[in-house]
């Protein structure tokens, strides 16, 4: 930057200097700002104790030094400068210094020609060290860019970081800089432009522990961490020698942590040489921090918004739920998933072109109006209904529809996710059917199995018991009239009585065993399985001496003794069996009976018109049992029945 100032509109002669020496004298020495009288062609006649000092020569030195040594002539704008003095008689310039030692550092320079009292050309020019301000001024324009690209929603953090610490590395010359990320208990590399490949490799992963280099024990203790010296520090024993090999002596780092006092990362420096910050390094690296806070935060936030939309979006589109969005006032569809365009038949496009009534049949509207108005009056509407919808073909579906009220896109909505439940729903209807057919079949089969032995006990009342008690009223009537056989006929009836009275208990307990009320279901058993053998020629196994039958209710014992003894009678009457064996176990909270025999057997996919069978059946499923029947003509048949003991 060059500014010049005419002397005065019509001339551009030398100013003349009038000043005393001693003024002149006491002036530059007591100038901050370097000071040197020179001759046009910029040999130095004069100088002061801040040139000294900014630049590093002594004064007998800077007699022997040209322009060209303390200024950097390779900028275009110092030539255009000296014109401009040459011209106008002053200038000012910022340009780049350079030090005895070579550094170079930025200065403002304010030149003046004038005449001294031999008339002879002079120039008084005072140069100024600005690099704390340019410093701040490069601080500021670095941060307004690195802020602006930040707040690009397509920018990566990773692309924002790496400028950010390449434009800090281009103001303090040496300095390497490197962010690493925290996740979970380990360090990982965030960006790091300058830092050599093989060291980030190696320490990539670090575990954040006490003694664990300057980054891992920064991020551990949330302190800065100032290591000068990498080679004998304490800190650095198990992660030197990688420092060491890539020539890196130093190492600062610097917790960055967040609002909620949460560690993002850490902001390290590095030099290649043994160092300590600066206050000009510590200012950069405070402002630094403060920057690294907000760019992580905000991007972070951003990422993990972006990721939340991104996972909404992926969960609407996928949920396999139909979900549709609509307007509450206008009623009008404002957004919907794959799976309700998949289900409805309708584009996207046309769908929204929709007001929710157009897939609600006539003859639910008004209900739906209802619930509308319900939504409106109470501004809350969170409801389960099973209602019939309209697809794009006219078929109708039946939907389950859970309906939520929310604000989108600043309106008040509504949020459908509906479940087509048409199969589920007719399948429903259907086992209802069934039930009803099957608790039909029951009972029927309990009707018919009532009246089977309602007809056997009139045969039995009626051929048997009936048949004695005749015979034994002849018997006294005639014992009434004949005086002579009285005592024998009288005997006769008596016999005769006492059989009835025996067929009568035989029907009793055929009926319901007194012995399954007073001594249980095992020995109820028992006696139906001797009384068989006692007139039936069929050999009977029995297989229950380790079932305990006291976790059994009566209605279970109850069913259980009237399926055997309606299998026994089965094997008996149809099967022409030799013998039958009979199990009962008891495992894994279940009771199980098996009854096997060696008869003729059956086809068990023909069409059975017995009853007995059929009784078996329903007396299971009354008490929830399974039943299964193997059989085949010729090989006999195993009935086996599984109930869940209470």
């Known amino acids: 930057m060059i500014n010049s100032y005419p002397i005065s509109p019509s001339s551009s002669s030398p100013i003349p200097f009038n000043q005393t020496e001693e003024k002149y004298k006491v002036l530059i020495q007591q100038s901050l700002s370097a ?87 002079r120039s008084s020019t005072l140069v100024t060290d600005i690099t704390e301000p340019h410093r701040l001024r490069e601080l500021e324009r670095i941060e307004k860019r690195v802020l602006e690209i930040n707040a690009r929603t397509n920018s990566k953090i990773e692309t924002t970081l790496s400028y950010y610490l390449k434009e800090i590395e281009k103001i303090h010359p040496g300095m390497i800089c490197s962010v690493l990320q925290l996740r979970g208990n380990s360090l990982y590399n965030w960006s790091s432009p300058s830092l050599p490949k093989n060291y980030s490799k190696a320490i990539e ?21 100032i290591v000068a010296d990498i080679e004998n520090d304490i800190r650095w024993a198990n992660y030197k020698e990688y420092a060491l090999k890539e020539g890196l002596r130093s190492c ?66 996928n949920n396999p739920a139909s979900i549709i969005i609509w307007d509450i006032d206008d009623l009008r569809v404002v957004e919907v998933n794959e799976t309700a365009i ?69 309106k008040k909505a509504v949020l459908a996710l509906g479940n087509n439940v048409t199969e589920k729903v007719l399948l429903e209807n259907s086992l209802m059917e069934e039930r009803k057919i099957r608790q039909q079949q029951i009972t029927d089969a309990v009707i018919t199995g009532q009246e089977k032995e309602r007809v056997e006990i009139g045969q039995e009342l009626h051929d048997n018991i009936n048949q004695i008690l005749a015979t034994t009223k002849l018997y006294l009537e005639y014992a009434l009239t004949q005086k002579k056989f009285r005592h024998k006929l009288v005997n006769e009836s008596k016999i005769l009585t006492e059989k009835a009275m025996m067929e009568i208990r035989k029907l009793s307990n055929s009926l319901l065993p007194p012995s399954l009320q007073e001594i249980g279901l095992l020995e ?17 196994i029995t297989d229950w001496d380790n079932f305990l039958e006291v976790s059994l209710n009566k209605k279970l014992k109850l069913t259980i003794f009237r399926i055997i003894q309606e299998q026994l009678n089965n094997i008996i009457k149809h099967a022409h069996a030799k013998h039958a064996k009979i199990s009962i176990t008891q495992k894994d909270g279940q009771v199980c009976l098996r009854i096997e025999d060696d008869g003729v057997g059956f086809d068990t996919n023909q069409r059975r018109t ?21 059989s085949k003509p010729g090989e006999g048949c195993i009935i086996a029945v599984c109930f869940t003991a209470d």
């Open 35 to 121: 000071f040197f009288l020179t001759i046009p062609d910029g040999t130095i006649l004069e100088t002061n104790d801040a040139a000294i000092k900014m630049f590093g020569y002594s004064a007998e030195e800077f007699m022997t030094v040209t322009r060209q040594d303390i200024i950097d002539h390779t900028d275009s704008n110092v030539p255009e400068a000296l014109n401009e003095r040459d011209k106008y008689g002053v200038v000012k310039i910022e340009t780049t210094g350079i030090k005895k030692n070579g550094k170079k550092f930025p200065v403002e320079i304010f030149s003046i020609l004038f005449t001294n009292t031999e008339g002879e050309i």
């Open 205 to 225: 992963g670090v575990i954040i522990a006490n003694n664990t280099g300057s980054c891992g024990t920064a991020a551990y203790k949330k302190e800065k961490v």
């Open 252 to 317: 600062w780092s610097f917790p960055v942590i967040n609002s909620k006092n949460d560690v993002l990362g850490t902001f390290a420096i590095y030099y290649k040489e043994i160092k300590t910050p600066s206050k000009e390094e510590e200012k950069t690296i405070e402002r630094a921090k403060n920057i690294l806070v907000v760019i992580l935060e905000n991007k972070m936030s951003e990422e993990l918004l972006k990721t939340s939309v991104e996972s909404y979006k992926y969960l609407f589109n």
């Open 342 to 410: 998949e289900l409805y038949g309708y584009s996207r496009e046309e769908f929204l072109q929709l007001t929710v009534l157009n897939i609600y049949p006539a003859e639910e509207q008004a209900v739906f109006a209802e619930l509308i108005n319900h939504a409106k009056d109470n501004g809350l509407i969170k409801k389960t209904m099973k209602w019939h919808h309209i697809t794009k073909s006219g078929t109708k579906v039946i939907m389950e529809i859970s309906s939520h009220s929310i604000t989108y896109n600043g």
């Open 524 to 540: 109820a058993l028992n006696d139906l399985v001797k009384n068989i053998k006692t007139v039936n020629s069929l050999k009977i």
């Open 610 to 630: 017995g009853v007995g069978i059929k009784n078996i059946i329903s007396r299971s499923e009354v008490n929830n049992g399974k039943v299964s029947i193997q």
